[in-house]
């Protein structure tokens, strides 16, 4: 940690000189509930390690090495598993603030679980779950301030790109009860590749996928999307 104070009047004033670097941090055993109520979905973490972060306040800038993330878990509320992720690593990362755009050399992510069941009257447990991580919100307050008259500029809006994407080894499971009798489907070695992904949604990416079915037979992609 490096602080430098600029010495003198100036005009404008001078940027303070303030450095982060070769900052490490791990995060272990950690695990959270959306609510405070007993029969709350559960979130747990392994571990969380940051590798070689450094900040500059006088460029604006952040970086990392690298992110690095394994055995997240999601329960529901009855303890029954939802999401599973195995390793995450994701880096080198690179932000810049003055540009608000953020750049990420790879993703990857090798092992995960993810269980989804939609009930006979069309409810999916997932999505009721996540929704316990959605803070509740509160009536809107009247606004009493008189409506400028001055038009504002459009917020400039963040970039990113993240040169390459992976995933490997994934399964779900998918059971809908909506059917009779009801459907259940198990996929395995789920597997995806693609490059260049960034906010232009326009843009094709390269797509090479793959996965196999429990049941049997397997399904492979290998094109643009």
């Known amino acids: 940690f490096d602080v430098n104070m600029k010495q003198g009047n100036t005009d404008p004033a001078p940027t303070p000189k303030v450095n982060l670097s070769q900052v490490q941090a791990t995060l272990s055993?950690?695990?959270v509930a959306a609510r405070p109520q007993a029969g709350s979905p559960v979130a747990r973490l392994n571990t969380l390690q940051l590798n070689n972060a450094r900040f500059s306040l006088e460029n604006n800038?952040?970086?990392?090495?690298?992110l690095a993330l394994a055995g997240l878990q999601l329960n529901h509320g009855n303890k029954a598993s939802a999401i599973e992720l195995g390793k995450l690593n994701i880096g080198p990362v690179k932000i810049d603030l003055n540009a608000q755009h953020a750049e990420v050399g790879s993703a990857s992510l090798e092992g995960g679980q993810l269980n989804v069941k939609r009930n006979a009257k069309g409810e999916l447990d997932?999505?009721?779950?996540?929704?316990n991580w959605v803070p509740k919100s509160s009536p809107a307050k009247a606004n009493t301030t008189p409506a400028s008259t001055v038009e504002q500029a459009p917020a400039k809006a963040w970039t990113y790109a993240v040169n390459t994407v992976s995933l490997a080894g994934l399964a779900a499971?998918?059971?809908d009860e909506t059917f009779k009798p009801a459907i259940n489907l198990?996929?395995?070695n789920i597997a995806m590749q693609?490059?260049?992904?960034s906010q232009n949604l326009e843009q094709t990416l390269p797509v090479k996928a793959s996965l196999s079915v429990k049941s049997g037979g397997t399904i492979a992609v290998d094109g643009t999307l």
Do not use: M
Request: no cysteine; charged share 10%.
């Open 194 to 197: 693609t490059s260049g992904v």
């Open 61 to 66: 800038l952040a970086e990392l090495d690298s």
């Open 29 to 31: 055993n950690f695990a």
């Open 186 to 188: 198990g996929l395995n």
């Open 126 to 131: 997932l999505l009721a779950t996540l929704n």
């Open 173 to 175: 499971n998918i059971a």
